[in-house]
């Protein structure tokens, strides 16, 4: 998952969740690779689509938008990108990368962010969630 907003997350702004931060430069690379494509490789789940392609399909499907919701994007502060893979888009809505910050977790698990969303993307994310009832109440906490 991705974080991002138009503030800088430092650690002081999510001390519950250093411990998904801390081994990031290494586990980020631990990919499951099958036919030379790269797909998710985050604890015991397996994902059907490849990392690379997503975005792409996306932006050529929403001529370039990175997303259809109303929303004004200057009033955005805090976006998480639920399932963010290569963390493209999360990183093209806010321009600015020293202000996205990258975490690998378990969002059926109880969520230890410490401050809420203006905005939570989830795109592709059928198959992720066991209860869909309980991530859209989480994203609304």
Same mark, same amino acid.
């Given at each position: 998952?991705? /974080?991002?907003?138009? %503030?800088?997350?430092?650690?002081? %702004?999510?001390?519950?969740?250093?411990?998904?931060?801390?081994?990031?430069?290494?586990?980020?690379?631990?990919?499951?690779?099958?036919?030379?494509?790269?797909?998710?490789?985050?604890?015991?789940?397996?994902?059907? !689509?490849?990392?690379?392609?997503?975005? %792409?399909? @996306?932006?050529?499907?929403?001529?370039?938008?990175?997303?259809?919701?109303?929303?004004?994007?200057?009033?955005?502060?805090? /976006?998480?990108?639920?399932?963010?893979?290569?963390?493209? @888009?999360?990183?093209? /809505?806010?321009? !600015?990368?020293?202000?996205?910050?990258?975490? /690998?977790?378990?969002?059926?698990?109880? @969520?230890?962010?410490?401050?809420?969303?203006?905005?939570?993307?989830?795109?592709?994310?059928?198959?992720?969630?066991?209860? @869909?009832?309980?991530?859209?109440?989480?994203?609304?906490?």
């Amino acid at each position: 998952m991705a /974080i991002a907003g138009s %503030h800088k997350l430092t650690p002081e %702004h999510c001390p519950d969740s250093l411990s998904s931060t801390a081994s990031i430069a290494s586990s980020i690379y631990k990919f499951r690779e099958e036919n030379g494509r790269t797909y998710n490789g985050y604890g015991d789940r397996t994902y059907f !689509m490849p990392n690379d392609l997503q975005h %792409h399909l @996306w932006q050529l499907t929403f001529r370039g938008k990175l997303f259809t919701a109303p929303i004004e994007t200057t009033k955005l502060h805090g /976006i998480l990108d639920a399932g963010t893979g290569t963390g493209i @888009w999360a990183i093209d /809505i806010d321009s !600015m990368p020293p202000n996205v910050k990258f975490e /690998i977790g378990d969002l059926e698990k109880p @969520w230890s962010f410490s401050q809420g969303f203006d905005f939570v993307f989830s795109r592709m994310m059928t198959g992720s969630f066991s209860s @869909w009832k309980q991530y859209i109440d989480r994203c609304f906490e």
